[in-house]
């Protein structure tokens, strides 16, 4: 039985995925920790307290509960990251090097997401290969780059089973935590909410989105298969489908059809969104572990909305 210590727990991904891992391997093999405190996590299961930087308490926690998985998600996302970008280095790339350090002691499982981040201008925007060009433009695509880096330097140097996918935009009930892609979350709110919505991108910007059940299930797909079948092992391409702002606005008026939608165009996000790619080349998760996504655009603006009913 698994003992999983997941990092960033009480982020947009981190929530959902300690509850789907705890349905899976039992509350008590699931520890979520996070730099806040939160006394809703405390009654749900273990939870620790916690800050990635300091290495001495990430280390203590996870030979406190004899861990042999961390998931590491604990990171400052893109367009936060470029308004504090020493600070996001230090988070980023200290914390995640702490958790290789502990892997490597321990002899841990090892799983932490890369992003769509990692490519950048020079990267083909059509059908992004696996291995490609990789000269992000931004300081969280240049740690993602570098984290994939070091888990392969990880994996080939020390034989820690390092995994990873490159994410990407995520779309679910959770706020979002600074990206990107948090267009395509807000995008539901505000017209369930008020019918509009104005839109940081310009039309014609075409990303990778995901809902977030593909998403836990591409993790836990991949943290589960034989290591004997992983050629790429880090940051494999993974994708549900490609959407611009115009194209939510035309799933959403199937359910809400006097929706608006408007353009308030933020440089900085644009700028982040034109260096990525318009859709990934999945085929190395397709053969290697089996990656197949239910959700498309339409499915996913149903789910959205039948959520936000619920609630």
């Known amino acids: 039985m698994k003992r999983i210590l997941i990092t960033g727990a009480l982020g947009q991904i981190g929530s959902e995925l300690v509850e789907q891992l705890r349905m899976i391997y039992g509350i008590s093999n699931v520890i979520a920790a996070d730099i806040r405190d939160s006394p809703v996590a405390r009654e749900e299961g273990p939870f620790e307290k916690m800050d990635v930087i300091d290495g001495k308490e990430f280390s203590t926690i996870a030979k406190r509960h004899n861990v042999d998985t961390i998931i590491h998600l604990a990171s400052i996302l893109s367009a936060k990251a470029e308004s504090i970008p020493i600070k996001s280095w230090k988070i980023n790339m200290s914390g995640l090097l702490n958790g290789l350090e502990i892997a490597r002691e321990m002899k841990l499982q090892f799983f932490t997401p890369s992003s769509i981040a990692a490519f950048g201008h020079s990267t083909p925007k059509e059908n992004t290969p696996q291995v490609t060009i990789q000269r ?161 655009l339409e499915m996913t603006t149903e789910a959205m909305f039948r959520k936000m009913k619920e609630k």
């Open 136 to 296: 992000p433009a931004t300081m969280y695509g240049i740690n993602k780059t570098a984290g994939e880096l070091l888990c392969d330097y990880y994996f080939k140097k020390y034989g820690i089973d390092t995994r990873g996918i490159r994410l990407p935009g995520i779309i679910s009930h959770h706020e979002p935590g600074g990206g990107t892609t948090d267009y395509a979350v807000e995008i539901y709110k505000a017209a369930f909410k008020k019918g509009r919505y104005t839109s940081y991108l310009e039309k014609g910007t075409t990303l990778d989105m995901m809902y977030i059940p593909d998403a836990l299930d591409a993790i836990i797909q991949l943290m589960e298969i034989d290591t004997s079948k992983l050629i790429n092992r880090n940051a494999y391409n993974i994708s549900s489908f490609s959407a611009a702002p115009e194209d939510f606005a035309q799933a959403i008026r199937k359910h809400i059809p006097h929706f608006q939608l408007d353009y308030k165009i933020d440089p900085i996000r644009q700028n982040i969104a034109d260096s990525w790619p318009n859709r990934l080349d999945c085929i190395a998760a397709i053969k290697e572990w089996g990656f197949q996504p239910k959700y498309d």
